[in-house]
Antibody
Framework: EVQLAESGGGLIKPGGSLRLSCAASGFTFSDAWMSWVRQGPGKRLEWVGRIKSKTDGGTTDYAAPVKGRFTISRDDSENTLYLQMNGLKTEDTGIYYC?????????????????WGQGTLVTVSS | DIQMTQSPSSLSASVGDRVTITCRATQNIATFLNWYQQKPGKAPKLLIYAASNLQSGVPSRFSGRGSGTDFTLTIGSLQPEDFAIYYCQQSYSSPRYTFGQGTRVEIK
């Protein structure tokens, strides 16, 4: 069974930094593309970024609101995904979910946020 | 970015009702559309992928249709455990994936 467990959230002042972790188990983490999705209070789900498997290059992509401030990385030896968040803003407040990100389908191959962790709350406030 | 708009934003329905939620994209996304269910305090769960394909383990009362810009999620006979928020999400514009604002299904 796939399990994803986020940690590292908390209260941080604007401009501060925080690193979130996501411990993965139940699947071959090193083969997986992974993603972070967040949900602000009363807001829709928002894709934050993704990281490919090292086999596929290990590269990252980010949503425009976080590009240049957030960095996704992975430690395949520890089966752990990270989200380093710098220059935090009040609008970054929300629950941050770690997800697996993979393709589904045969005729139409589509990327899907497959398995999700329970999330970790980040509150950016002075 | 492709914007996704769901309607209605919320609805009240009774157990046994047939419920339909609509999702509209601002441009043609073919069938690159997924649906998720989120219960209070829980993470979202994948229901349907590629517009009409039921994820393994999801009850057959859930169904999805559509292509291009207009999509629907239908719950054939609403059950007590179906009261939740439902989100559509497009995977056409890689990697700028976007979600709808959600539709809250409440008990009437």
């Amino acid at each position: 069974e796939v399990q994803l467990a986020e940690s590292g959230g908390g209260l941080i002042k604007p401009g501060g930094s925080l690193r979130l972790s996501c411990a993965a188990s139940g699947f071959t983490f090193s083969d997986a593309w992974m993603s972070w999705v967040r949900q602000g209070p009363g807001k829709r789900l928002e894709w934050v970024g993704r990281i490919k498997s090292k086999t596929d290059g290990g590269t990252t992509d980010y949503a425009a609101p976080v590009k240049g401030r957030f960095t996704i990385s992975r430690d395949d030896s520890e089966n752990t995904l990270y989200l380093q968040m710098n220059g935090l803003k009040t609008e970054d407040t929300g629950i941050y979910y770690c997800t697996t990100f993979r393709t589904f389908g045969d005729v139409v191959v589509i990327w899907v946020f497959d398995s999700w962790g329970q999330g970790t709350l980040v509150t950016v406030s002075s | 970015d492709i914007q996704m708009t769901q309607s209605p934003s919320s609805l009240s329905a009774s157990v046994g009702d047939r419920v339909t939620i609509t999702c509209r994209a601002t441009q043609n996304i073919a069938t690159f559309l997924n649906w998720y269910q989120q219960k209070p305090g829980k993470a979202p769960k994948l229901l349907i992928y590629a517009a009409s394909n039921l994820q393994s383990g999801v009850p057959s009362r859930f169904s999805g249709r559509g292509s291009g810009t207009d999509f629907t999620l239908t719950i054939g006979s609403l059950q007590p455990e179906d009261f939740a928020i439902y989100y559509c999400q497009q995977s056409y514009s890689s990697p700028r994936y976007t979600f709808g604002q959600g539709t809250r299904v409440e008990i009437k």
